[in-house]
């Protein structure tokens, strides 16, 4: 444990520590195993070997036939539809040219599928969006596969994209990992007035096209979207848990730092393997320290409730058994140190300005609430995180993060938080568990109590809205949106019409065993909630005017029927549609195989 580390920080590793002792135990044992004295290549057979470089350029050739030459995968998520993944079109001619300099050699070993959330919402392609996670891991696995690599640099940004690249690597443990990002697009529209016209738009008082116009104005170029939604929170956590360079996380694409960045990590890779002298597997990097530190980040910065499956589901593959207990009680002792909209008005390029993840990561290592001590790929523990890259004339250097926040509208230190908790609270009552994001509700919206009206769809609530029957006080309950029901899909469409009648004045909650977006705003929305109704959870016995109480402050979620009464309902049955159209027929052994929300809702054995 890293000395002066905050007691109940360092009482939740333990604890983790202890409950994943033997599971951790048999990973490392079969990452140990792996680790080979040469290369993995040199016990292919001569006809396999050549097989693996058969399309290589001569000097390569020469170098892949030894064997004290490193060989780096490189796996990507790149398309030219998703502005976030774009600009990693060329990233792999740097990064072979870097690593090529540094006397390595490097292959393109494989492509993964990247989806946008942003553009599947209220989509029947939403229902792919979780599970594409998880394809995204066995396309990883299917990438590093051959036995010609010693190391692997992951080209990834949003969503499920690099919890499925992390958990995907982990399979491959003995292998050291660096991902590389891309970056945030400029700022638009600023977020306070896009919010503003989509609750206009929610009402009918502007049309398409002025969404459309507002809408363009924010996603407007290469680049991640700006908003800190799960895209923004995986780079910020990737860095905190050590597999960025310091400060890669929200350089801008297309800038010469960014070039010099990646192509830094190419040649970083090459010293974090076996044959570089400082070998670091990704299996040995990610252990408890490391996910402890993941969640304190996302709590201080109010990240995406995303991450209370994705955090939950990498770990596992890391042979650790991480809980909602875990995020809940390092809550309480992790400030809010961050305004970020969905949170706030500001963007990642605000926080970057004020003072970005040097900052940030400063601040919780001089107040305990990190692991000083854990591994990291940009040196030698996090304590080295607190720099900035900056290129001058020498090269690409670091230079110590600022003492003091440049905005503290956006950021702030650890003596004067935005709030004295972390961003995210678990719900539990005869409903089961659930989590709420409360680091975007303000504290008058944090407690309802009202009657149900519940909905099977999403698409069913946004007809009722537009009808005119929601003008009340309502807990809007949408079921049979768990990952065995129909995948789990984000309801984030349901946010402007609920904002809208919050405004209006009515006490208004959701409750749902779906998802929402990182994006979910002001309205307090308990999601996730487990088990769920398809699996015989309770929300499939809730009825339209039952009275429900959500208490996000104290962590209390009930239905108020008496308990005889509500245990000898009938469940409701789940909607009896097909699901045929958009590739939702293929994933049919997905929605069977997989696990509940609580343990990462993975379709992989845990």
Same mark, same amino acid.
């Given at each position: 444990?890293?000395?002066?580390?905050?007691?109940?920080?360092?009482?939740?590793?333990?604890?983790?520590?202890?409950?994943?002792?033997?599971?951790?135990?048999?990973?490392?044992?079969?990452?140990?195993?792996? /680790?080979? !004295? +040469? %290369?993995?290549?040199?016990? @292919?057979?001569? &006809?396999?070997? #050549?097989?693996?470089?058969?399309?290589? $350029?001569?000097?390569?050739?020469?170098?892949?036939?030894?064997?004290?030459?490193?060989?780096?995968?490189?796996?990507?998520?790149?398309?030219?539809?998703?502005?976030?993944?774009?600009?990693?079109?060329?990233?792999?001619?740097?990064?072979?040219?870097?690593?090529?300099?540094?006397?390595?050699?490097?292959?393109?070993?494989?492509?993964?599928?990247?989806?946008?959330?942003?553009?599947?919402?209220?989509?029947?392609?939403?229902?792919?969006?979780?599970?594409?996670?998880?394809?995204?891991?066995?396309?990883?696995?299917?990438?590093?596969?051959?036995?010609?690599?010693?190391?692997?640099?992951?080209?990834?940004?949003?969503?499920?994209?690099?919890?499925?690249?992390?958990?995907?690597?982990?399979?491959?443990?003995?292998?050291?990992?660096?991902? /590389?990002? !891309? +970056? %945030?697009?400029?700022?638009? @529209?600023?977020? &306070?007035?896009? #919010?503003?016209?989509?609750?206009?738009? $929610?009402?009918?008082?502007?049309?398409?096209?002025?969404?459309?116009?507002?809408?363009?104005?924010?996603?407007?170029?290469?680049?991640?979207?700006?908003?800190?939604?799960?895209?923004?929170?995986?780079?910020?956590?990737?860095?905190?848990?050590?597999?960025?360079?310091?400060?890669?996380?929200?350089?801008?694409?297309?800038?010469?730092?960014?070039?010099?960045?990646?192509?830094?990590?190419?040649?970083?890779?090459?010293?974090?393997?076996?044959?570089g002298g400082g070998h670091t597997p990704i299996g040995e990097l990610l252990d408890e320290r490391a996910f402890v530190n993941g969640v304190v980040a996302l709590l201080a910065t109010?990240?995406?409730?995303?991450?209370?499956?994705?955090?939950?589901?990498?770990?596992?593959?890391?042979?650790?058994?991480?809980?909602?207990?875990?995020?809940?009680?390092?809550?309480?002792?992790?400030?809010?140190?961050?305004?970020?909209?969905?949170?706030?008005?500001?963007?990642?390029?605000?926080?970057?300005?004020?003072?970005?993840?040097?900052?940030?990561?400063?601040?919780?290592?001089?107040?305990?609430?990190?692991?000083?001590?854990?591994?990291?790929?940009?040196?030698?523990?996090?304590?080295?995180?607190?720099?900035?890259?900056?290129?001058?004339?020498?090269?690409?250097?670091?230079?110590?993060?600022?003492?003091?926040?440049?905005?503290?509208?956006?950021?702030?230190?650890?003596?004067?938080?935005?709030?004295?908790?972390?961003?995210?609270?678990?719900?539990?009552?005869?409903?089961?568990?659930?989590?709420?994001?409360?680091?975007?509700?303000?504290?008058?919206?944090?407690?309802?109590?009202?009657?149900?009206?519940?909905?099977?769809?999403?698409?069913?609530?946004?007809?009722?809205?537009?009808?005119?029957?929601?003008?009340?006080?309502?807990?809007?309950?949408?079921?049979?949106?768990?990952?065995?029901?129909?995948?789990?899909?984000?309801?984030?469409?349901?946010?402007?019409?609920?904002?809208?009648?919050?405004?209006?004045?009515?006490?208004?909650?959701?409750?749902?065993?779906?998802?929402?977006?990182?994006?979910?705003?002001?309205?307090?929305?308990?999601?996730?909630?487990?088990?769920?109704?398809?699996?015989?959870?309770?929300?499939?016995?809730?009825?339209?005017?039952?009275?429900?109480?959500?208490?996000?402050?104290?962590?209390?979620?009930?239905?108020?029927?008496?308990?005889?009464?509500?245990?000898?309902?009938?469940?409701?049955?789940?909607?009896?549609?097909?699901?045929?159209?958009?590739?939702?027929?293929?994933?049919?052994?997905?929605?069977?195989?997989?696990?509940?929300?609580?343990?990462?809702?993975?379709?992989?054995?845990?």
């Open positions: 444990m890293s000395p002066g580390l905050d007691p109940v920080v360092a009482r939740v590793t333990d604890r983790i520590a202890r409950r994943s002792a033997d599971r951790r135990a048999a990973y490392l044992e079969r990452v140990r195993d792996a /680790v080979r !004295a +040469g %290369p993995a290549r040199t016990a @292919l057979g001569c &006809a396999n070997l #050549a097989h693996g470089f058969a399309a290589c $350029a001569p000097a390569d050739k020469l170098r892949l036939r030894g064997d004290v030459t490193p060989n780096i995968a490189i796996v990507s998520a790149y398309n030219d539809m998703l502005s976030a993944h774009q600009p990693l079109q060329d990233y792999p001619a740097i990064l072979k040219r870097a690593i090529g300099e540094a006397g390595g050699t490097a292959q393109f070993a494989g492509g993964v599928p990247a989806m946008c959330d942003g553009i599947t919402q209220g989509r029947a392609g939403m229902e792919l969006s979780l599970f594409s996670r998880d394809v995204v891991a066995m396309a990883t696995a299917v990438a590093l596969s051959h036995d010609m690599f010693d190391g692997a640099l992951l080209l990834g940004v949003c969503d499920k994209i690099v919890p499925g690249l992390v958990i995907g690597a982990l399979s491959f443990g003995h292998l050291p990992v660096i991902l /590389v990002p !891309a +970056g %945030p697009m400029g700022s638009g @529209l600023p977020n &306070a007035r896009k #919010a503003k016209v989509r609750k206009l738009y $929610a009402e009918g008082k502007v049309g398409r096209a002025e969404l459309l116009e507002a809408e363009a104005a924010s996603y407007h170029s290469p680049g991640t979207c700006t908003f800190y939604g799960t895209a923004n929170s995986n780079q910020l956590l990737m860095e905190v848990m050590g597999l960025h360079l310091p400060g890669a996380s929200f350089v801008p694409p297309g800038t010469a730092l960014r070039e010099a960045l990646t192509a830094e990590a190419g040649r970083r890779v090459l010293e974090l393997t076996a044959l109010g990240g995406s409730t995303n991450h209370t499956l994705h955090l939950v589901a990498m770990a596992a593959a890391a042979g650790i058994e991480l809980t909602w207990d875990d995020f809940d009680e390092l809550s309480t002792v992790t400030p809010l140190l961050t305004r970020l909209y969905p949170n706030g008005t500001a963007d990642v390029n605000h926080f970057h300005a004020a003072g970005g993840t040097a900052f940030l990561i400063g601040e919780l290592l001089d107040a305990g609430l990190l692991h000083a001590d854990a591994r990291v790929v940009g040196g030698k523990t996090l304590a080295d995180y607190r720099a900035v890259p900056e290129l001058g004339p020498d090269g690409l250097t670091w230079r110590p993060g600022p003492a003091e926040s440049g905005d503290r509208e956006v950021l702030r230190p650890v003596a004067d938080p935005f709030d004295s908790h972390g961003g995210l609270h678990t719900v539990t009552g005869n409903l089961g568990r659930a989590v709420v994001k409360v680091s975007a509700v303000a504290p008058e919206h944090r407690v309802v109590e009202a009657p149900a009206r519940v909905f099977d769809s999403q698409q069913a609530l946004q007809a009722a809205f537009e009808a005119g029957e929601l003008n009340r006080d309502i807990v809007a309950v949408v079921r049979f949106q768990g990952p065995r029901a129909n995948g789990m899909p984000e309801l984030h469409k349901l946010t402007p019409p609920l904002a809208v009648l919050q405004d209006r004045g009515h006490r208004v909650a959701l409750v749902t065993d779906g998802r929402m977006s990182g994006a979910s705003g002001a309205v307090p929305a308990a999601i996730h909630l487990s088990p769920e109704a398809a699996a015989g959870g309770p929300l499939a016995r809730v009825r339209d005017g039952d009275v429900i109480r959500l208490d996000a402050d104290a962590g209390r979620l009930r239905v108020l029927v008496p308990d005889e009464e509500f245990a000898a309902r009938e469940p409701a049955a789940p909607p009896a549609e097909e699901q045929y159209g958009t590739g939702r027929e293929l994933f049919a052994a997905f929605r069977r195989a997989v696990g509940p929300a609580e343990r990462g809702a993975a379709v992989f054995a845990s």
